[in-house]
């Protein structure tokens, strides 16, 4: 196997166990590795550090994910990390949800790699040189092990640029109905995993939508970017009174309204705004509206730190606008799943909004991503997921 040597002043973040190593660290490598080839990382002096996946046109030029010396890290040990992966999620899959994820990326050793379970569907990317590299090994595994009647990969171009990949064929097997009928928390979705937003279903707001949903009895509900009705539909399960959901993809509504049905939910209990979320606020402001739950769950607005700043403004334009939407004693949910914004970054802008409102605001509960997500503890950057129920007075 060939190595790489890191540098001695760059060897302590191996040491401890974090997963990602920059080109910086790198004082020498053999000659001729692959990209996506598998590699031993060691120190000046030649101890091992760790097995990794190599990318020489990738800033982060290594992806660790074993550390254990004695592990032959071959293609039966990443079948093995698929079989831990899908066991760790076992208890999730009950009569009332049969959607999770399987696989995420560097939280299960299995870098690059995102598998979504869709009630007997997996829906996967493979976003990293060497996922590409090993993705049908990876795929078979978990079709083997949650006996799937098919799969479809879902990889972005613009994840595979960064890893200096031009060119990208998506693969599948099996056949792929055009949309799924799933069950998260007892409510029956129509899912769309080939035309549908990443995996085609956000299976990490699962314990907050539930949540959400225990403040929605007998309330009026405004769900924010909705997309295809997650809260929504949570919402009236829990006997809300009325939902409103704003989001710019009129298929995501067209979803929202045919799982409504699936669910045997009124129409008269949710009225439907296609459009720019932003301007949407502002005009049911003019309105006068009031709400006495509202949930912001954008997307992700600050993808980079170069983007931090502009985000900002956008978080607390929508929190100002919520506050202002807000009935007395109502309750907002803020979403975050940008990394470059952390959970003191999220407080701090809601007390902006708040200031600008003339309202008092309370912190009630933080949240996070799932267990199918899990926050591996020397991977920081696997917490994307941040969320503050908070109080209007």
Not at 133 to 161: P, Q, R
């Amino acid at each position: 196997m060939k190595s790489i040597v890191i540098h001695e002043n760059r060897k302590k973040s191996v040491m401890n166990r974090h997963p990602w190593i920059y080109s910086g660290s790198i004082k020498s490598a053999d000659k001729n590795i692959s990209d996506g080839e598998i590699i031993r990382a060691v120190t000046v002096q030649g101890e091992f550090l760790c097995y990794g996946f190599y990318n020489s046109r990738s800033k982060i030029t290594v992806r660790a994910f074993c550390w254990e010396e004695k592990t032959i890290p071959d293609e039966n040990y990443l079948q093995q990390l698929v079989k831990n992966s899908v066991a760790k999620r076992a208890k999730i899959l009950t009569e009332e949800t049969d959607c999770c994820r399987l696989v995420f990326s560097e939280s299960d050793f299995l870098p690059g790699v995102i598998a979504d379970f869709y009630n007997g569907f997996i829906s996967a990317s493979f976003n990293t040189a060497s996922a590409q590299l090993y993705k049908k090994i990876i795929l078979d595994a978990l079709v083997s092990e949650t006996d799937s009647e098919g799969f479809i990969e879902n990889t972005s171009s613009d994840f595979l640029k960064k890893e200096g990949i031009s060119e990208i064929k998506n693969i599948s097997g099996g056949s792929i109905p055009d949309f799924i009928q799933i069950r998260e928390n007892g409510i029956i979705y129509d899912a769309d995993i080939i035309q549908g937003q990443k995996t085609g279903f956000y299976a990490d707001q699962r314990s907050n939508r539930r949540i959400a949903s225990g403040e929605a009895s007998e309330k009026t509900v405004l769900d924010v970017f909705s997309y295809s009705g997650g809260f929504t539909l949570n919402a009236l399960k829990n006997n809300a009174m009325h939902v409103t959901s704003i989001d710019s993809s009129s298929q995501a509504l067209d979803r929202l309204k045919s799982s409504m049905s699936l669910n045997g939910f009124s129409v008269q209990r949710q009225t439907s705004i296609q459009g720019d979320a932003f301007q949407t606020l502002r005009n049911l402001q003019a309105e006068n509206r009031k709400y006495d739950l509202i949930i912001l769950d954008p997307p992700k607005l600050a993808p980079s730190r170069h983007s931090l700043n502009d985000a900002l403004k956008a978080y607390k334009e929508i929190n100002l606008s919520a506050m202002r939407l807000a009935s007395d004693n109502g309750i907002i949910f803020i979403f975050s799943c940008s990394q470059a914004v952390n959970i003191e970054t999220l407080k701090e802008v809601v007390r902006w909004a708040a200031v600008d409102a003339g309202r008092d605001v309370f912190f009630l509960r933080y949240l996070s991503q799932p267990e199918d997500h899990p926050v591996l503890a020397t991977f920081p950057e696997s917490e994307y997921l941040k969320g503050i129920m908070y109080s209007v007075i």
